[in-house]
């Protein structure tokens, strides 16, 4: 989003910008896994097969459930593999950087900030860059 300099003071430029952070990548494998497995117990569900009969174990009451409300069961599994997989995929990254600085990081801190503490960040470094651009150049 940006902000046109006609609606801001002159050296008040402000562009934001939003980008995906990845995660680890022991979750990005699990996301992955979690995706093909959720696929496969689909599939299996939908097919009816007892696949615990192939290993010689008794048959779960959840097995016996799932095959009474195929519909269901299928899309328990689809939505409750998907949260699993959002969450380990998800960062919760909120970086704020000002003039390409970073001012904020809530990947370092912990927390996002209040907004009283991000007006203060921003007039800080505008201030900061303010009298930056007052001190005299020297060139060699």
């Known amino acids: ?26 979750y990005r494998y699990v996301a992955s896994f979690l995706s093909i497995f959720k696929l496969l117990v689909i599939g299996v569900i939908v097919v009816g097969k007892d696949p615990f009969a192939l290993f010689g174990m008794p048959t779960p009451g959840l097995w016996l459930w799932s095959q009474e ?15 699993i997989e959002n969450q380990c995929m998800s960062t919760g990254a909120f970086e704020i950087t000002l003039n390409d600085v970073p001012v904020w990081s809530k990947l370092e801190s ?27 150049h020297h060139h060699s």
């Open 1 to 26: 989003m940006i902000f046109p300099g006609s609606l801001l003071p002159f050296f008040l430029y402000i562009r934001i910008e939003g980008e995906n952070y990845l995660p680890l990548p022991v």
């Open 69 to 83: 409300n195929k519909v269901y069961a299928c899309m328990m599994v689809f939505f409750f593999s998907n949260m």
């Open 110 to 136: 912990g927390h996002l900030p209040s907004m009283q503490q991000l007006v203060q960040i921003l007039e800080n470094e505008m201030k900061m860059n303010m009298h930056m651009d007052r001190l005299p």
